[in-house]
């Protein structure tokens, strides 16, 4: 099976690309588009095919529908995944910002004390 590819600004397909229209083709038949699919052996296949198929009493499913249910769930999850990320984005810079205020807070606080330290040092050398 096989998907359709994209052309180039020549005119030339480009196989890099990947392709915007998730159409298949039949690996059998490639001038006819896939449309079911059988669940032993795995395959997706043409109507031209079908009988080979439901002939070995093979379970054989209408694929359009599920593609779309597929296509649905992954849309879906690539929704949640965005919102995931932007909220590790958000905590990730909330995370920093307060980093920074602790970090500052902490300075602050030895300096006082080293403040405190250096008074209280000279004073007990003023004492002696």
Same mark, same amino acid.
């Given at each position: 099976m096989r998907a359709q590819n994209?052309?180039?600004s020549a005119g030339e397909i480009d +196989?890099? +690309? !990947?392709? +915007?229209? !998730?159409i298949r083709f039949c690996d059998i038949h490639p001038s006819k588009k896939v449309k079911f699919y059988c669940k032993n052996d795995r395959s997706m296949f043409s109507s031209k095919c079908i009988l080979k198929h439901t002939e070995m009493k093979h379970e054989v499913i209408q694929i359009s529908p599920k593609?779309?249910?597929m296509r649905k769930m992954i849309e879906e999850m690539v929704i949640e995944v965005d919102k995931y990320e932007e909220s590790l984005s958000v905590n990730e810079e909330l995370y920093n910002k307060l980093e920074m205020k602790v970090r500052k807070k902490f300075n602050e606080e030895?300096?006082?004390l080293e403040k405190s330290? *250096? *008074?209280?040092?000279?004073q007990l050398e003023i004492q002696h």
């Open positions: 994209n052309e180039n +196989v890099n +690309v !990947p392709s +915007v229209n !998730p593609i779309d249910e030895v300096d006082k330290f *250096r *008074r209280i040092m000279d």
